[in-house]
Every structure is written in C-alpha cells, then in structure tokens.
C-alpha cells in the first residue's frame, strides 16, 4: 500500500513532467490516462497525498534508522567503552546512555536538567560524555578545559558549571569557572595544551562522523540513536527497550 500511495505521490508532483518526458514503457495514451486517473483520485480524495508524503517519511525514517544501527554496531566499543571518557551516573550501570554534545549548544544546555533527572530516576544508568566542538573556537577552547579538568577529578563540576554559565566561552569564564568549582587553574591552563586532549577530541569528532551525527545533542542508547533534544520520556523508553534486548 506505501508503494502504491508513493508512486501517486510522485505521478502527480510530476505530472507535467511525465506529459513532456515519455516513459518507455507507456505509450503517450497510457500517461495521460495514469495522469488523468491519478488527477481524479486527488480531486476525490486529497488525502491520499498526504498518506503518500507520510507513508514516504516513514520509510525513509526506516532507512535512516537501519543506517544508524549498522553505524552503531560497527562503532563497538568505541562508543560506550573507551577507556578514560568521562562518566555520569553509575560507572558500573547495567545501561549506557552516551551524549554526543558540544557546550555552547543551546539544546545541550536544555538537556541538562533532563540528563539529570534521568540519572536521579534511574540508579543503573551510566552516562559518557563524548564533546564534539562543531561551534567554533570557543567551543574547542571549552572542550579542553573540561577534559583537562578530569585530570584533578573536576570534569562534572566544570562541565555543569560551564553549561549553567554564559554560552560566550572565553579564557576570563572559564578562569572564573574553574576557580568557583575549586580547581588548580594554572594547572588546568597547563592540561589544556596537552596534544592527548586535543587527540580525544579528535577522535570524538570522527566517531561522531562515522555515526552520522550531524549536530548537537545526539544520544545513541542501546541500539538506537536518538538526535536532538528528546524529552525525557524517549530517553526513559530507549533505555527500557536496550534492557529488554539485553
């Protein structure tokens, strides 16, 4: 039935093209009657194009879903097992949730509460982070602060100091930042430097291409990915339906 209402779809945005362009395998009086037919269809019935434009979107929904689950599958353990990624939650979780996100991103920030709450809501959840800067010099300039903050235990306190402050990330914010949430700032501004930072930043980067993450915040859960900013009753979802697979 979806093929169906798909090629009405399409004879009818290319009505006018078919009348110009003949198909080979129709003869001109065979066009113009399909033509007609489907014209009429659509003057009887103008829902069927809108089935057809849904049927449409939920296949191709289908086939990005089995893209990012083969993109998953392929991505193993470097998604939820690399060694040294910062963690949230239960390290030892029977679930995890891993944030693709970027700190200046304002559906990140919306997202911190929820990530919370999810945490709070749920003792067995383990949550990595993976910060991909795709917005600039300062997002870069944050992501190594927080990932030199690790060094002296001080990711989750940076990163949720950050996230709470102003989007404008600069040497002056992060300074302040570093010293309300009681790190070595010197110490820091040393770690940031690092080529081991900006290499995990690297490699997040490429996991986050590989997987076909095309913006920010992007959840992969299980075997689904779920990208942007979902409410917290997906997330819950994805996490009971990895439980079950598992």
């Given at each position: 039935?979806?093929?169906i209402l798909a090629a009405?779809a399409?004879?009818t945005?290319?009505a006018?093209?078919?009348e110009a362009q003949?198909?080979?395998?129709f003869?001109?009086?065979?066009r113009?009657?399909?033509v007609?037919?489907?014209r009429?269809?659509?003057k009887?019935?103008?829902?069927?194009?809108?089935?057809a434009?849904i049927?449409?979107?939920?296949?191709?929904g289908?086939?990005?879903e089995?893209v990012a689950?083969?993109?998953?599958?392929?991505?193993?353990?470097?998604?939820?097992?690399?060694p040294?990624?910062p963690?949230?939650?239960n390290?030892?979780?029977?679930v995890?949730?891993v944030?693709?996100?970027?700190?200046?991103?304002?559906?990140?920030?919306?997202m911190?509460?929820?990530?919370a709450?999810l945490?709070a809501?749920d003792?067995k959840?383990r949550l990595?982070?993976?910060?991909i800067p795709?917005?600039?010099?300062?997002?870069?300039?944050g992501?190594?602060a927080?990932l030199a903050?690790?060094?002296q235990?001080?990711y989750?306190?940076?990163?949720d100091?950050?996230?709470?402050?102003?989007?404008t990330?600069?040497e002056a914010?992060?300074?302040?930042a570093?010293d309300a949430?009681?790190l070595?700032w010197?110490?820091?501004?040393?770690?940031m430097?690092?080529p081991?930072i900006?290499?995990?930043?690297?490699a997040n980067?490429?996991?986050?291409?590989?997987?076909?993450?095309?913006?920010?915040p992007?959840?992969?859960i299980?075997?689904?990915?779920?990208?942007?900013?979902?409410d917290?009753?997906?997330?819950?979802d994805?996490?009971?339906?990895t439980?079950?697979q598992?």
């Amino acid at each position: 039935m979806k093929r169906i209402l798909a090629a009405l779809a399409l004879l009818t945005v290319f009505a006018a093209t078919v009348e110009a362009q003949p198909a080979p395998s129709f003869t001109s009086e065979q066009r113009q009657e399909i033509v007609g037919i489907v014209r009429v269809a659509l003057k009887s019935d103008p829902s069927i194009l809108r089935d057809a434009i849904i049927a449409l979107q939920e296949e191709d929904g289908l086939k990005q879903e089995a893209v990012a689950r083969a993109a998953i599958a392929q991505a193993g353990d470097a998604l939820a097992k690399t060694p040294g990624d910062p963690v949230a939650g239960n390290p030892d979780g029977d679930v995890t949730v891993v944030e693709f996100y970027d700190l200046r991103c304002p559906y990140c920030r919306r997202m911190l509460p929820v990530d919370a709450e999810l945490l709070a809501g749920d003792g067995k959840l383990r949550l990595v982070y993976k910060d991909i800067p795709i917005l600039g010099p300062a997002s870069l300039l944050g992501a190594k602060a927080v990932l030199a903050a690790q060094r002296q235990g001080g990711y989750l306190k940076l990163h949720d100091a950050i996230m709470r402050g102003t989007p404008t990330i600069t040497e002056a914010s992060l300074h302040e930042a570093a010293d309300a949430v009681g790190l070595d700032w010197s110490r820091l501004q040393h770690d940031m430097t690092d080529p081991a930072i900006q290499a995990r930043i690297d490699a997040n980067l490429g996991l986050a291409r590989s997987l076909g993450v095309d913006g920010t915040p992007a959840y992969v859960i299980g075997r689904k990915m779920l990208p942007g900013a979902v409410d917290l009753s997906a997330l819950r979802d994805a996490v009971a339906a990895t439980r079950r697979q598992e």
